[in-house]
DNA sequence: AGGCCGATCCTCT
DNA sequence: GAGGATCGGCCTA
């Protein structure tokens, strides 16, 4: 009884052709989904995607420059041209992780960001893996106001505040197949809808800033970015909130 | 609320 | 040898 109570809120794992598709299809459909990472000997961390921008293959035209996979495959990148459903963890400056989720058949490299989670379980451990386990104001209130308070925006809103959250790194979850019961991490669908979604410009990057391939649940209290990106008017009304 | 800055190191040119 | 899909602290207002 334990058992069923414990992972019937973490839905079913997704099937591989979800992610067999291009990823601005399979960024608007990972939102609302549950990322779940296991440790042996430990409780499950999960939380549910919220935030997420697309990256698309060499093979598109026009292309997208701001891509890892812009100029073909490298040692770093393999991870990208491999099959669907796998995760690309990459480090970034010096300190942090990021993780993508790879689409598309094998031999075509488009990936989808994951920019921010909202805490479902786990949320003593995220913020002990985050470093804020010293204040214990934000501990005890966690649990309990991680929706109203804030505490959500602290452990995981962001690319590699997530991936501090969840434990993430690249030397253990680099390539690892998401749809694997045995994995550490895990891509499930607990059936929540994600209802309306903001579209804007991606944050961050240098090259094809204009491209609509950013999608966030609008008014999500998770949401990372300043403030402008995380309203509906950020972008041409045609694509700001559908 | 928003802007600037430094940390810090791997990857590719 | 340059630069980056970031973060947190500090500043101004």
């Given at each position: 009884m334990a058992q069923s109570e414990r992972i019937k809120p973490l839905g079913r794992l997704l099937q591989r052709d979800f992610f067999e598709a291009p990823p601005e299809r399979v960024a608007r459909l990972l939102l609302g989904k549950i990322l779940v990472q296991r440790t042996r000997g430990r409780k499950p961390i999960a939380g549910r995607i919220v935030e997420v921008e697309a990256y698309l293959g060499p093979h598109r035209q026009p292309a997208d420059p701001a891509a890892h996979s812009y100029r073909g495959p490298t040692p770093r990148n393999q991870v990208l041209f491999g099959p669907a459903g796998h995760a690309y963890v990459y480090s970034i400056y010096g300190r942090y992780f990021c993780m993508n989720v790879t689409c598309e058949r094998e031999g075509r490299a488009g990936c989808v960001l994951l920019r921010a989670l909202e805490p479902v379980e786990g949320l003593d451990q995220m913020a002990r893996n985050r470093g804020l386990d010293g204040c214990p104001t934000l501990l005890a209130s966690a649990a309990a106001d991680a929706r109203r308070v804030g505490i959500g925006r602290e452990l995981t809103s962001g690319p590699s505040r997530l991936c501090q959250a969840l434990g993430i790194t690249r030397s253990a979850h680099n390539g690892v197949d998401l749809l694997d019961p045995s994995s550490p991490l895990e891509l499930r669908d607990d059936g929540t809808r994600a209802g309306r979604v903001l579209v804007t410009r991606r944050i961050g990057i240098r090259h094809a800033v204009e491209l609509p391939l950013r999608f966030a649940i609008a008014g999500n209290g998770c949401v990372s970015g300043p403030k402008s990106m995380r309203?509906?008017?950020?972008?041409?009304p045609s694509c700001s909130v559908r």
């Open positions: 309203r509906a008017s950020v972008f041409s």
